[in-house]
């Protein structure tokens, strides 16, 4: 049963059901909700290489995904980019500032490098909230429609085609790295740092690479949800989100894109489908997240997979 | 292939390796043993790039590699195993071993995404090569697990096959024999003599005299960090001053510990 979570089988799995979703619903509420879930999705599955297969633990790449969300919005509103290259210039920032900061901060280990991601985030954040006069500090600012090619994105069913086709490729190349020797690098630097470097392995080179691409595709989902929801407030840029998306990876599992997929689904639809807990919402949600924790400890979808394959025996 | 001229590091106050000096001739099977704390595996760290020394040199193949990280000694033909396993208990135990062979393959992430064709051909050959490895360090029966399901004498082996798999010059192993019984042990002899035969150079630390004695051509003995004696196995036994370390000095040092 090992194969019905391979390689192959598995981004089938995900192409027939990012089909199937506008095929069944053509109601607007649900299609919002997918593509929140596949822009939360694909930042999941940067972060998973980072925190699952690196085994680098980032609290701050909220922060990352704020600099992409406001650079797209900043720029196009005062600075008059068009949206595309105000994308692109936030993701250049954000590339420069994670490669300056990767070196340093990733020599740090465990809880230290936890406390120094969480800093960075924090420092971006407040940067954000108090630089009013560009980004309407707490209250937000507006940001126009993205336009590719002097065509306007807009409507449901354009987003979601757009962001699903993201979705795929960032899951099929995330899942081509981990299979290839550079990704067996990354778990390698995980497992031993040391064993890594004997065997040749770059190790800070490795790290500030894949920390970067992280952040990256953070800051791009960033702009892309900027654009997408047409208002931006600093929350997305904070500490809370951060913690969102890293509960996302470890609740669809640790070391898992399929899991990370699954963990932002979750992550994404918990919130709706617990309004009617009205005010006990984020108790309920909290309970869940322990409750998770305690009994699958690896997350969903290792904890599923070996299930399986136990079962297939 | 190796030469060790005055090395010495301390850590602090503590003269870890003093004015160590030995030699380790191509395709030799060269043997370091000395009591615990003796320096076995501070040098071994030395030679593989894991710390630097405070003084002396390392020449590897004519060249000076004192104070070279372990990521470019690979480069230039040395392999090693841990005396406490350094397996990577995330991976499958194949995957362990193609990341041995990670110099031979590397090539960028950009590259690893797109899934270009060549590389996984390569990639295919490389984990013919891993089944392979695994087939010859004994540990064939474990192709298909998981690094987390494998008992403690086959991950000795396959970090075995991990150094291996990077086709190295030199291979360092330390401790191989350390937890094994007798039949493991008579087993991991035999591996270690394939090795040597293969073409690659050894240099091993271990505890187990009868293993050491029997297949090395050369044994260098230290205690406190120092060089006692080095030379074959028959003089090294005959040697008053390595009778006096391992039978009466050690005594009192274990005491003192």
């Known amino acids: ?313 | 292939m190796l030469a060790v001229n005055h090395l010495s590091i301390s850590f602090g106050g503590v003269k870890a390796v003093r004015d160590v000096s030995f030699s380790v001739a191509e395709g030799q099977v060269h043997a370091v043993i000395g009591p615990n704390g003796a320096g076995k595996t501070t040098m071994f760290n030395l030679l593989s790039g894991v710390y630097k020394p405070s003084s002396g040199e390392i020449l590897f193949r004519g060249e000076n590699v004192a104070s070279m990280p372990p990521e470019q000694l690979a480069r230039r033909g040395m392999s090693r195993t841990f005396q406490n396993l350094q397996v990577c208990m995330n991976m499958s135990a194949i995957e362990n071993v193609m990341v041995g062979a990670h110099l031979k393959l590397n090539q960028g992430m950009f590259q690893a995404m797109c899934r270009l064709p060549g590389l996984r051909r390569r990639d295919a050959a490389c984990r013919e090569e891993a089944a392979r490895l695994m087939d010859f360090v004994g540990a064939g029966a474990y192709v298909g697990a998981h690094a987390s399901q494998m008992p403690y004498g086959a991950l000795k082996r396959l970090e075995i096959a991990r150094a291996l798999a990077a086709s190295p010059a030199m291979l360092l192993l330390d401790e191989p024999a350390a937890g094994l019984n007798n039949t493991e042990t008579g087993e991991i002899e035999k591996l270690i003599r394939k090795i040597a035969d293969s073409g690659v150079t050894v240099l091993l630390v271990e505890h187990d005299m009868k293993l050491v004695t029997s297949i090395s051509d050369r044994i260098l003995v230290m205690d406190h960090g120092s060089r006692l004696a080095d030379g074959t196995p028959l003089e090294v036994c005959a040697n008053p001053e390595v009778i006096a370390a391992y039978l009466g000095a050690s005594v009192t040092a274990g005491v003192m510990q």
Do not use: C
């Open chain 1, 1 to 313: 049963m090992k194969t019905l979570f391979s390689h192959g089988a598995g981004l089938a799995i995900l192409a027939a059901v990012l089909l199937a979703v506008p095929l069944m619903t053509s109601n607007a509420f649900y299609l919002d909700l997918a593509i929140r879930i596949a822009i939360n999705a694909i930042v999941a599955i940067g972060l998973n290489l980072l925190i699952g297969y690196a085994g680098q633990i980032s609290l701050g790449h909220a922060g990352f995904l704020g600099i992409g969300a406001y650079s797209s919005a900043v720029l196009t509103t005062h600075f008059g980019f068009p949206p595309l290259l105000a994308m692109l210039a936030g993701a250049a920032a954000v590339a420069a500032l994670a490669f300056l900061v990767a070196r340093p901060i990733l020599k740090l280990k465990g809880h230290y490098l936890a406390m120094a991601t969480l800093g960075l985030g924090i420092i971006i954040s407040i940067v954000i909230a108090n630089e009013a006069g560009y980004t309407g500090g707490p209250d937000g600012m507006p940001v126009p429609a993205l336009t590719v090619m002097g065509r306007e994105v807009t409507g449901d069913a354009t987003w979601y085609a757009l962001v699903a086709l993201l979705l795929i490729i960032v899951a099929w190349a995330a899942q081509n790295l981990i299979d290839a020797p550079a990704g067996r690098a990354l778990q390698a630097i995980h497992g031993s740092e040391v064993a890594a470097r004997v065997a040749g392995i770059d190790v800070a080179g490795s790290k500030v690479k894949i920390f970067v691409l992280s952040a990256v595709l953070a800051s791009l989902m960033g702009s892309l949800t900027a654009h997408y929801v047409g208002f931006l407030t600093p929350g997305q840029a904070g500490f809370f989100h951060s913690i969102e998306l890293m509960t996302m990876v470890v609740v669809g599992g640790m070391a898992s894109v399929f899991g990370s997929i699954v963990g932002a689904a979750l992550l994404t639809l918990l919130p709706q489908a617990l309004s009617a807990f009205e005010g006990w919402e984020t108790v309920v949600f909290g309970a869940i997240l322990m409750i998770t924790m305690i009994f699958l400890p690896a997350g969903l979808v290792p904890a599923l997979r070996l299930r399986f394959a136990k079962g297939g025996r």
